[in-house]
């Protein structure tokens, strides 16, 4: 882990937060397409459920609606393993790639979760949305942030983190990530628990 900050990068959707497999929920209710969590295996859902430009425009209008969003369920063991980093003094930073426009929906659902963090970043991780005027960051600004340690889903942010970043990145093992990383830097989980058996090694270590 990096010794400069105590902070911990904190991805929201599918490392939070089920976003994908409500996606495919989404997609079966609109679109009668019933697709598998496993056959996800590109990032793009819409284009990994085979709809046409038209339809995965209307996929992200509904599944950015508050009430889609409100209604993910958390990921297993997140809530438990963010409380115990910050019993044990590390800050929680959520860093999410979602759009401005679900800023009040997020915090909205991480209040009725019961999720405690310190701070709420919007980052335009992946070039969708203009950033100017808005309370969402860059990808340059985020790079001036000191992170001990990433949880991420997405393999190019866990590139971004580690190589131009040097964050040290916990990969949450997902259908769309399977490509080997290119950097040393991130390690992949297959979940929260394994994530913080590895994190009390790390920790134990810096202290002895
Ligand atoms: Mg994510």
Redesign the pocket.
Known sequence: MGLNSNTIYV?????LCQ?ARHFLVVVEREFGKKINYEELTNFDVGHACGLSSAERDELYRIVHQPYELLKMAPIDGALAVLGRWQDEGFEIAIVT?RPPESYEPSLEWLAKHEISYGSFTMVDKYSRFATEKTIAINLRELAMRRFCLAV???LPMAEYLAGQMKVPVALIDCPWNQADAAHAEVSRYPDWSAIADAVSTLTAAAWR
């Open positions: 991805d929201m959707d599918d490392v976003a790639g991420e889903d997405s």
